[in-house]
């Protein structure tokens, strides 16, 4: 049923004291911004009571209304209808920066970390959500007899596989809106994290010089953290050389004094941030897997949500690489990422099924399908379990549950791939028995039931998706 988009902004405006207290309205992506001539005048329980409304929140000198998606049609009638000056909407979404109505806490660092990249990487997950699924038909129909070594192939991989390799580019555009600088420059930052010279670079050892400064090399490719924090830098480096450089030369010398204090920062600080701990993380489980190799797929499991989160697990792929080539499998990282992949299939279904909020029912059926038939995860990670917290421990339940049955029975992979329901084979043992096989997909089938029953159980606020089905 549609909202009569009027009535509800007249509701707001005469709740709010009428068209004559609110001296300036203006809105985000989620609410309404009221700046009211007499705050006492506002009866802002009233305001919460409205149908549509999904809640306030009182900051110095006004009243914030959420309204959720819908906010700009809302706007848009109450300033048609009481003939208000219409402000420009503002892009960048502070709500989490921002005082909540009285007596409620102020979220605490996880959660405005996690609002933070909730906000930075939820625009890119449609795509990474497309991208995945094209990943998903490219492995059917090479199921069904598509060469892979054509030139079909290659270029449906291409599409497949290109939303994750240029993720950097696509979170700088969205971090620049987020902490409000420069857009070109932080693509052109997030473009040169994946410059074939730079990955190229990786071939001539751990490190390489840039005016005597160490540059760790690293692939940046489908990593989230290095250019967020780059991009958070950034916002502060912009307005330092804005106030040094004199108007008459800014058109040229702010780009220009940007890019050269940002290329070192990003290249020897923020990018390599998440290769560094990779790095320790990896040296740690490498030493436990030598020591009790039981204990080492316990330790990536319970860690396997953060490992993806901040990009960590990448810095593992040469650990599993040597793995393969001196014993012939892995029984730590890809045995714990049967939690972190299938996981995201049960929350993603059980939020499917429970939610009544039909955006949140269409983002959970995508992102269903792309975690378990290609084990794509951003989708579900990034826009539900970040978005609504709760999902997230579910998860982290599932990757625990599963870490534990996989120490237990000791699950290996034969071959190097993440696991999902195409990519299943690579638990089968090269000597033919199929008890490993069968021990990957119980594991897989328990931590789905986990992954379900917790997030059904723990619940979860789909507010944050806008308007719920009538």
Known sequence: MAKNYEALGSSVVEKLGGAANIVKLQHCSTRLRAQLADKEKADLEAVKKIPGVLGIAEVAGGVQVIIGNDVSKVYDAITRKFHLEQQAAIKENLDKDLSASEGEKKPNLISRLLNVLSSV??????????????????????????????????????????????????LAYTAAKKFNCDIIISVFLGALLISPTLIGLTAQGSYVSLFGLPVKTVDYSSTSIPIILTIWVFSYVQRFVEKIVPAAVKYIFRPFLCVVIMVPVMLCVT????????????????????????????????????????????????????????????????????????????????????????????????CAITAFLAGVTEPTLYGICVRMKRPLAATWIACIANAIFCAITSVHVYSFGAPSFFTMPIFLNPDGSMGNFYMAIAAAAITIIVAFVATWLLGFDDSVYGEAEE
């Open 121 to 170: 990487i939820g625009p890119a997950i449609p795509l990474i959500m497309c991208s995945g699924l094209i990943s998903a038909l490219l492995v059917i129909l090479t199921r069904f007899g598509l060469d892979s070594t054509g030139s079909t192939y290659t270029i449906v991989n291409m599409v497949g596989t290109g939303a994750l390799y240029f993720l950097p580019v696509l």
């Open 271 to 366: 990018g390599p941030i998440g290769s560094y701990c990779g790095d320790l993380l990896s040296l740690a489980l490498g030493s436990i897997n030598n020591t009790l190799p039981w204990a080492s797929v316990l330790v990536a499991g319970c860690l396997a949500p953060l490992l993806v989160l901040t990009g960590m697990h990448l810095g593992l792929i040469p650990l599993v690489m040597g793995m393969f080539n001196s014993v012939g499998y892995d029984n730590m990282l890809f045995p714990a990422f049967i939690g972190m992949n299938f996981s995201q299939f049960g929350v993603a279904l059980a939020c499917m099924l429970k939610t009544k909020n039909k955006n949140l029912r269409t983002l959970a059926s995508s």
